[in-house]
C-alpha cells in the first residue's frame, strides 16, 4: 500500500530523515496455538499481520482495520501482549526513506476464514508453530513477539 496522505505530508517537510511511527500488531492464534504470518510483497519476508496508525485513530481500531485490508475478515482485539521498538523495527525503503517503528502487539481473534487479501503488500499467510517460525525467512523482531506470546501471561488468553 502506498504511504498514506499524512506520511506523505510529513516527507514533503523532512525528506528522508528519520520518521518515529506508531504502529500496531496482531497476535493471531488458531486452536492448536499456531500463529498466523504473512509473507510481505516488500523483502519477500514472513511476518505478523499489522500495520501504522494514522493521526488520531484508536491503535484498536487501527488495528481491527489492518486485519481485516489485510485478511479480508473481522477481528477481535483482546488486550495488550506488549510494546517493541528500538533498531529491530527500523527500516530505510529502496527510496531512503528511513523509519523507526514503535508497535503495540495485540492478542486477537479472527472471524472468518483469512486470506491474503491486500495482494500489493501480501503474497501468502500461513499457521506456523514457534518452532516452524524459527525456520521461515522472516522479519527477525518477530521473534521476540513470538517468543513472548508464546510464553503467554497470567490471566492472558494465550496462557
Known amino acids: ?6 506520511i506523505t505530508e510529513l516527507r514533503a517537510l523532512v525528506g528522508t530523515r528519520l520518521l518515529v511511527l506508531p504502529a500496531v500488531t496482531a497476535i493471531i492464534r488458531d486452536e492448536t ?3 498466523l504470518l504473512a509473507r510481505h510483497v516488500a523483502g519477500d519476508r514472513w511476518g505478523l499481520i499489522g500495520g501504522a496508525v ?3 485513530e484508536d491503535p484498536r481500531a487501527a488495528l481491527a482495520r489492518e486485519v481485516h485490508e489485510e485478511l479480508g475478515v473481522p477481528c477481535d482485539v483482546l488486550e495488550v501482549l506488549d510494546s517493541y521498538g ?3 523495527l527500523a527500516n530505510e ?8 517503528y514503535v ?14 487479501f491486500e495482494t500489493d503488500e501480501l503474497s501468502d499467510i500461513g499457521w506456523f508453530s514457534p ?3 524459527g525456520e521461515l ?16 501471561r497470567p490471566g492472558d488468553p494465550l496462557a
Open 54 to 56: 494514522e493521526p488520531l
Open 93 to 100: 525503503y529502496p527510496n531512503g526513506d528511513r523509519v523507526s
Open 86 to 88: 528500538g533498531h529491530e
Open 103 to 116: 508497535t503495540t502487539a495485540y492478542v486477537c481473534a479472527i472471524r472468518g476464514v483469512p486470506r491474503a
Open 33 to 35: 496455538g499456531r500463529f
Open 1 to 6: 500500500m502506498a504511504a498514506s496522505r499524512y
Open 137 to 152: 525467512h522472516r522479519f527477525h523482531w518477530i521473534d521476540r513477539v513470538i517468543s513472548d506470546a508464546d510464553r503467554g
Open 131 to 133: 518452532s516452524e517460525v
